[in-house]
């Protein structure tokens, strides 16, 4: 049996071994390389107050997508989602997330990832530039090749490297608890103070919010495929499996995060330089020397050729349907996912350190965005759908300070300042946590209530 009836409502529902089978096909899609690097680098920054960065690191990047995969869910898909706005801001913001999860920030970060935890390690004599510009260039060569077929990857690595790292996790663990001498190290770097809150802005370095708006439809159609045709027990199901999935991240966020404060105690690390790479190479050759250390190297290389291959897919997929013809010229699946791959071939050389820190401004801009969009549905049907030139407000006064934030902080990576737009930016409330927007965000709600009330506008209007 596939699926059970349930008697109250007579509807057709999940047994418990397919709720399991969609709880951990979720796992699967949110748990890559890039999760397993930052919960360790909080913990090795945050030290003997790891505890309240995680919880700030867990709600963004834990509760956030879990409630992004429910609002889509019941949106009927991220592009009806971001409908409510205008059509033209579904096609953007779509975009926008694609080229962020994809070939400007995650999809190079997969060859920068595997590189330093897999090589770096052991060629500490070869100059780093040319060690990476080959490793790169083989790396995303095979990803290519891969992309043509990834559903034959997904059956074979997919299922099997969840569970080695899962497995990998437990023992890294279980030798942290026994072999750790006691003690922590003091806070350090950006977590020196506020680690709460600077836990939950680097919660936004999974993507996992921008990634969970375009799984929820997948998670819901793999859950429609089990036998279950009633939409509200979809939407039910697709709930269940996003908590278990939340659970499951949660538990493996706090053991990440506590070896790397271990990580830390042992060996201290330069936030400036250093990545959560560093921190698990620091750990597994403390623990067990470099034979833990290469192969721990060999599963990074295997998970992110695997995410590798299944973004550059994505990517391909998702311009070959919106532009399947650029400048005269027919562009298909193969032409994009080539681009793409050339293009994340040169960005990942420029090395995990550099892509974390500009990504960083990028993702204050659209996480903020992507917050609102989320909440807002989240209240539609008590209070969005009534007031529907909310969607519209909302998400523009928080996409402006985001953008001037994003601008700031872009200008102050690459060594420059400008002290006028500092300047505006410190004065709106909570701007020292880099919340800046959320005041933006409620004068948004205010004006889109008393605009709808105005100029009242059906759904289908608003719109368009």
């Not at 939409?231 to 659970?247: F, I, K, N, Y």
């Not at 007031?387 to 102050?412: D, E, K, M």
């Not at 959320?438 to 008393?450: E, K, Q, S, T, Y």
Request: aromatic share 12%.
């Amino acid at each position: 049996m596939t699926d059970t009836r349930n008697a109250t409502t007579g509807t057709t529902a999940l047994n418990g071994r397919n709720r399991i089978l969609a709880t951990f096909t979720f796992f699967s899609m949110f748990f890559g390389a890039g999760n397993l690097i930052f919960p360790p680098f909080v913990g090795a920054q945050a030290g003997d107050h790891t505890t309240f960065a995680s919880i700030g690191f867990i709600v963004s990047a834990v509760g956030l997508p879990i409630l992004g995969v429910v609002a889509v869910s019941f949106a009927g898909g991220f592009e009806r989602l971001a409908n409510r706005v205008s059509n033209r801001f579904a096609l953007i913001l779509g975009m926008a997330i694609i080229l962020t999860i994809g070939p400007c920030f995650a999809i190079p970060r997969t060859a920068t990832t595997s590189f330093e935890m897999a090589i770096v390690p052991f060629t500490p004599a070869l100059p780093t530039g040319l060690t990476q510009f080959v490793y790169s260039l083989v790396f995303f060569a095979v990803s290519y090749l891969l992309s043509q077929h990834p559903e034959k990857l997904s059956k074979t690595l997919g299922k099997f490297m969840g569970p080695l790292l899962l497995v990998l996790i437990a023992i890294l663990f279980v030798f942290c608890v026994i072999r750790h001498p006691g003690g922590f190290a003091a806070p350090m770097g950006d977590y020196a103070n506020g680690q709460m809150a600077r836990g939950f802005l680097d919660g936004y370095q999974t993507m996992d919010l921008l990634a969970a708006l375009y799984f929820g439809i997948v998670i819901s159609a793999n859950v429609r495929s089990m036998g279950v045709d009633d939409e509200s027990q979809v939407r039910r199901e697709t709930a269940l499996a996003g908590v278990g999935t939340g659970l499951l991240l949660i538990v493996i966020y706090g053991v990440l995060a506590y070896m790397g404060a271990v990580s830390g105690s042992i060996a201290s690390i330069d936030p400036s330089h250093d990545t959560g790479a560093t921190v698990l190479t620091n750990l597994t050759s403390a623990m067990f020397g470099p034979f833990g250390t290469a192969f721990v190297g060999l599963v990074f290389i295997i998970a992110c050729l695997n995410v590798c291959t299944g973004l550059i897919s994505t990517c391909g997929t998702y311009f070959q349907n919106h532009f399947p013809v650029v400048a005269g010229r027919r562009m298909n699946y193969r032409r994009w996912g080539a681009m793409f791959t050339v293009f994340s071939f040169v960005v990942s050389n420029a090395g995990l350190s550099m892509i974390i820190k500009v990504s960083v401004p990028v993702l204050s801009a659209l996480y903020p965005i992507a917050i609102v969009l989320v909440v807002l549905s989240m209240v539609d049907r008590v209070f969005s759908s009534r007031f529907p030139r909310v969607y519209f407000w909302t998400v523009l006064l928080t996409g402006i300070a985001a953008a001037l934030h994003c601008v700031s902080s872009l200008v102050a990576v690459f060594g420059g300042s400008l002290p006028w737009l500092d300047a505006t930016l410190a004065l709106l409330p909570f701007a020292d946590a880099q919340l800046g927007w959320l005041c933006p965000a409620l004068v948004g709600m205010i004006v889109g209530v008393i605009d709808s009330r105005v100029r009242p506008v059906g759904r289908q209007a608003a719109q368009r």
